[in-house]
Every structure is written in structure tokens, then in C-alpha cells.
């Protein structure tokens, strides 16, 4: 039983928990972590529409829990998956506290000019 990991040269099994990523938790991580970098890219600028905005905040949102599903599933981990897991956690909350700032700045910048 279980699903091997999708990418290529990778013999890590795919938990059931990420079943429908086919990922091993490895390279669940790492695909956040690259998710990660550019959705924090594109709210830097500012520029991200709302509704963009609001997309990221449930992939936050829905990752989050599937990481920690995985991680308190009880599959063995490595000490150094763990700290993996652990650093994908603290990217994605800073992401969110990222997507907070720049949201907070946009409508600053309304209310900071009254008529
Ligand atoms: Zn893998």
C-alpha cells in the first residue's frame, strides 16, 4: 500500500495524508517553500489584487493544516524532517504576516489622506 513520491528519482513513499500531492514529505515542503517565495514576491510589490490576496490566505490556510496533519499523523520522521517541517511553518506564517502588512498599508494609505 501507499503511492510512491511523484518526482523523478525519488523512492520516499507518499503518505496518505498527501495522497493527492503524491508528495513525500520532503518534497511537500520544498514545493511550499518555492510556493511560498513567489506568492512573497508578488504581495511585496503591493500590487496584489484583492481577491489574489485573499487566494493566498486560504493556501496559507490549507497547507498549514495539511503540514500538520502530516507532521502529528505518527509516520517516522527524521529529526531532519522535523526541523523541515518546522522552517515550512515559519515560512508560511511569515508569509501571512507579510500579506497582513502589506494589506494594512494599502488601506493606511486611504485612510491617512481625509478630505
Ligand atoms: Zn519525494
Do not use: W, Y
Not at 49 to 57: C, F, H, K, N, Y
Not at 78 to 90: G, M, N, Q, V, Y
Request: overall charge positive.
Amino acid at each position: 500500500m501507499g503511492t510512491t513520491c511523484q518526482i523523478a528519482g525519488c523512492k520516499n513513499d507518499s503518505p496518505s495524508a498527501l495522497a493527492e500531492q503524491k508528495l513525500c514529505v520532503l518534497h511537500f515542503t520544498l514545493s511550499l517553500e518555492t510556493s511560498c517565495a513567489q506568492m512573497r514576491r508578488e504581495t511585496a510589490l503591493g500590487h496584489a489584487p484583492q481577491d489574489r490576496q485573499r487566494e493566498i490566505m486560504r493556501f496559507i490556510t490549507d497547507q498549514g493544516e495539511r503540514l500538520a496533519r502530516v507532521a502529528t499523523s505518527g509516520l517516522h520522521l527524521t529529526d531532519d524532517l522535523k526541523a523541515r517541517i518546522l522552517s515550512t511553518f515559519l515560512t508560511l506564517m511569515n508569509l501571512r504576516e507579510n500579506l497582513d502588512r502589506a494589506s494594512m498599508r494599502s488601506s493606511l494609505g486611504r485612510s491617512v489622506h481625509p478630505r
